[in-house]
T-cell receptor
């Protein structure tokens, strides 16, 4: 079982819609969760971090964490073509590997004009 | 000012050669990392240094050797390059282990 799983996509949404990206993780003791955006040919860019259950909002982005169900999601409201990118979920495990981030394989999002 | 920088941005070389990639961060972070991103875009950690000490060395051929001369720098030296080493290599840093990581622009290595 992969430690961090994401649907690879591609996920296509029309401009102005809500894009919903999901991520599940296997380590129940994980404490820190991150969403990165990676444009083609560029480096991963941190867009959200979340540490406790519930929602965290930052502009058009909302991260949702449910530790009991072991999933974290990212909602992008009013999606724009400039949001088209690969979104990487990253999780810090509770132990092992010096508690380094483990990345999912990413979900490719395309926002259609 | 660039927070995490890497040089070179592109590296094209032949099999068997030795090459180095340099990374510097000006964020004052204690921990630095090297990642490899293959053609399938999977981001895999290779090494992690905390205050110049190696704390992670994942399953990586010993042809790869990281060196951290100080807390702000982490270099990656690769001996006897192979075709399979072709990938994008990212350097990253974080204030402490398990926290947000900030990535450099990447080095695209092509081995011919």
């Amino acid at each position: 079982q992969k430690e961090v799983e994401q649907n690879s996509g591609p996920l296509s949404v029309p401009e102005g819609a809500i894009a919903s990206l999901n991520c599940t993780y296997s380590d129940r003791g994980s404490q820190s969760f991150f969403w990165y955006r990676q444009y083609s040919g560029k480096s991963p860019e941190l867009i959200m971090s979340i540490y406790s259950n519930g929602d965290k909002e930052d502009g058009r982005f909302t991260a949702q964490l449910n530790k009991a169900s072991q999933y974290v999601s990212l909602l992008i409201r009013d999606s724009q073509p400039s949001d088209s990118a690969t979104y990487l979920c990253a999780v810090t495990p509770s132990s092992g590997s010096a508690r380094q981030l483990t990345f999912g394989s990413g979900t490719q999002l395309t926002v259609l004009p | 000012d660039t927070a995490v920088s890497q040089t070179p941005k592109y590296l094209v070389t032949q099999m068997g050669n030795d090459k180095s990639i340099k990374c510097e961060q000006n964020l004052g972070h204690d921990t630095m990392y090297w990642y490899k991103q293959d053609s399938k875009k999977f981001l895999k950690i290779m090494f992690s240094y905390n205050n110049k000490e190696l704390i992670i060395n994942e399953t990586v051929p010993n042809r790869f050797s990281p060196k951290s001369p100080d807390k702000a720098h982490l270099n990656l030296h690769i001996n006897s390059l192979e075709l399979g080493d072709s990938a994008v290599y990212f350097c990253a840093s974080s204030q402490q282990r398990g926290r947000e990581q900030y990535f450099g622009p990447g080095t695209r290595l092509t081995v011919t």
